[in-house]
């Protein structure tokens, strides 16, 4: 295998982006291929099953070409579909939970760290077992934010509505005595400016992205696999529902100069 093949990564939709925006700034010369499932999001509210069923698909069809690599840039499959994928190919393949939780670890001065995130990943309860696996003592606060994704999937992400929505379901995590907030879904990051200025200074914010990229690059570091050269730099992004909406959150998110070419796949339907 090349050094040169692409890291593929995939979410249910656009919030993976938060991690290949990172991959991008950290390592340059990384070709990317990414798969947001805009048609099949949100995961959040699925059955485990189900976000099985479609991260299996998705890696299914990314595997035509030939990633060195296979990055899950979302919690709530990650939370539920990272074993079967290791398990499943043959190139090293990383979740977003365990760099998150490292890094809140490395954060937090009180020892007291919130998580939000889908239903899907709260109810696994993978942050809280990835925490305490690193450092038992851990007291953790859990809350499922379910209306944040639509609004993130639908380019909302700076809207009045937004504020509110954030405001009204942040308002009881404000009065615990975290000091450090992981945001536990990729679409969160989106809605970070906000978030903060419901919390307030003295919460630090933790998105898996910056860690995931730490830990991408030193894998590739280990294995030999860095990229030598932007010759040919081509990312490649897929969504498998409209287009013009995912198009224009790359555009905006990712910087201008960036080319991306979304195409639409159809996914096979299996709901
Ligand atoms: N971005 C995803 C996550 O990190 C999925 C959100 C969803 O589709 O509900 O969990």
Known sequence: MSNQQAIAILDSGVGGLTVAKEVMRQLPQEKIIYFGDTDRAPYGPRPASEVVLFTTQIVDYLLQFQP????????????????????????????????????AIKATRNGEIGVIGTDGTIRSGAYETALRRISPGIRVISKACPTFVPLVEKGLFRSSEARDTVCDTLNGLKDETIDTLILG???????ADLIQECMGPGVTLISSADQTARDISTLLYHNGQLASSRE???????????????????QEWLNEEICVTPVVWQVPRFV
């Open 232 to 250: 040919l730099l081509m990312h490649r992004f897929f969504c498998s529902g409209d287009a013009n909406t995912f198009h224009a959150i790359v």
């Open 185 to 191: 879904c990729t679409h969160y990051p989106f809605l």
């Open 68 to 103: 060195k690599m296979i990055v899950i840039a979302c919690n709530t499959a990650t939370a539920v579909a990272l074993e079967t994928i290791r398990a499943r190919v043959n190139v090293p393949v990383l979740g977003v939970i365990t760099p998150g939780a490292r890094a």
